[in-house]
């Protein structure tokens, strides 16, 4: 229970790339702003890590003005999953990316 | 002349990426600290940002474990396109990324 809330409260400022169109996640981060979160994270793994930054660049540049982006870090990650090649299923790598969005 | 000098320069520290596959980049990237180059820049613009991540993540975690990612920067660039909606030709807005490996 007490790690559920947490992980809630972790999320509260943090938007999490998916398979939906760039403007939803534009419309989170601008949502987020708008209810005075600060800093906001934009985080992504894998393909979507290009999605991640049109996200950042179009609140920046047309939505949310008042921040910047303060940090991009990256790293990877161990994921289950099916080796494209051979088939096989075990441990994949992936690349994750955080940006973090902050006012002033 | 002396542009394409300062050109030449300037590129002979950056690793642009594009269409090929993932390793001919990290085997770039490899080169480069071979030959000492400290920074090196990866760059991509649009979708090949997510291999540009990768590119920096395989390279210093299996190849030029010497090097980190000091930094990670990305900017919107305006380019000669066409509107994947409209189908008009005009300026379309691209997402930029560049990742700065250090030694150190």
């Known amino acids: 229970m007490e790690q559920i809330e947490e992980q809630e409260k972790k999320e509260d400022n943090t938007v999490l790339i998916g398979k939906k169109p760039t403007m939803n996640y534009v419309i989170a981060v601008a949502t987020m702003a708008g209810s005075d979160k600060n800093p906001i994270f934009i985080k992504a793994r894998g393909k979507l890590i290009s999605k991640a930054v049109d996200v950042a660049q179009i609140s920046i540049r047309r939505f949310v003005k008042a921040y910047k982006i303060a940090n991009m870090t990256s790293a990877t990650e161990e994921m289950k999953g099916i080796d494209r090649?051979?088939?096989?299923?075990?441990?994949?790598?992936v690349s994750v990316i955080a940006i973090e969005l902050r006012k002033g």
């Open 85 to 93: 090649k051979t088939g096989h299923e075990g441990p994949i790598n």
